[in-house]
């Protein structure tokens, strides 16, 4: 008789609890977000793409041209042109490849610049059908602020 | 003219009722789905439906739509004519206890002087629809969801009985209208609480609606009675489901909760439905709170529950209200 009544009231009791939890969540702020029309907010340590640092001062970018980014790289992804001018010492760049299908993102290349001249972008909108819409010429990327 | 003078009232009275039954019943489903899937949502911190119309509003309607659309699949081994019927059998008398239920004093198709006696009746016969469903679909699914309907109807129409007769027996009449009269001065809710809570628990179970969902239980079953129907026959068992709940939830309102009795709102002359509705809707609300909070039970335990707990205490209520009445 005793386990009868412990039963019930047990059983009641929790199904009580469980009703209070869900109202609760009712009135809860909701943790959807409405994709296209909403997007989260991007922690800084998030790793896009790799991308140029902009020199706010000059304009351009900081790359020396140096190629340490092009050995560093476990993946072989950066592909960097250069051009020697007349009457100019140093070699300046005239492209930057990154061929993103083959980066894991290790940061190595963000690692060994020594003038800072890359960084992770936040990028995370990236589908396309062909592997060559991931190939970027991060140059022409700092110029016309897309990729 | 002199025709139609001597027409009996009914003649008229009862098509005009049956379309706006008929019309409710749609417009209730609408409602209740799109409520269901927000109130799920928001219970799980989502957002629910919020593509189509404002805040997700057009969705049921799109929906409907679709089923239309779609193509309606017999099996090849099933039952054709039983599996045709079968569905509209789950609609019919889910549809017909509306013609007796008290909307407000003025608001009442037919005050029959059995009207809980025939609402009951028409309730049950649900189970049928569910069990030819199952049976005619040839289909294992389909079969054991049926069976389990029908050990879970047999084990819950009796505390459901018992419970609104101790209410009658307070009363001393089946009729609707007279139940809810006497409600005027105080709720039956409150005279018998034990009695509603054994009537509402039992009929969520009659309804089929989680906890006690086990004939169409997806894990189990796969969708259990109705696996095998498509398109606008299973719109009919969906729409027949939340029907069901519409009238479990009224008959709670009419015999429990003092039905369109309120204090007079500043819509005056139509306070008393808006009342009666305001209770329905409330009552239904409690049982999409009870689908999205409580997992559902074993087959045992459903049982168990019915013939250990819930059928000795209506009857013991029963009795104590039979020995209170006639002192
Ligand atoms: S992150 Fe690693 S793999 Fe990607 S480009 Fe830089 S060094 Fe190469
Ligand atoms: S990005 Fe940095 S490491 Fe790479 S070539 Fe330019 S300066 Fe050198």
Redesign the interface.
Known sequence: MKKYFGELFTGAKSLIEGMIITIKAFFSPVVTVQYPREKNIIPDAYRGHVVMVLNEKTGEHKCIACGTCERACPSNCFKILTEKKEGEKKKTLTAFYLDFTKCSLCGICVESCPVGAIEYSNEYNLAGFTKEEFHYDLLKCLKETSC | MDFIANLPPHFFRIPIALTLVISLVFINALIMVYLERK?A???????GP?EVGWHGLLQTAIDAVKLMSKQLIVPDKAHTRLFRIAPLLAFTPAVLPFAVMPFAPNLQAVDINIGVIFIIAMASLNVMAIFVAGWASNNKYALLGAMRSVSQNIAYEIPVLLSLLSAVFVVGSFSLGDIVGYQGKIWLFIVQPLAFLIYFVSSVAETNRAPFDLPEAESELTAGFHTEYSGMAFALFFLGEYTEMFVVSSIATAVFLGGWHGFPLPFFEYSSVVWFLLKTYFLMFLMI??R???PRVRFDQLLNFSW??LIPFSLVNLLITAVVVKL
């Open positions: 109130i949502g928001h219970m799980q911190f989502r957002l919020m709170w009870f999205w909070t409580f250990k707990y």
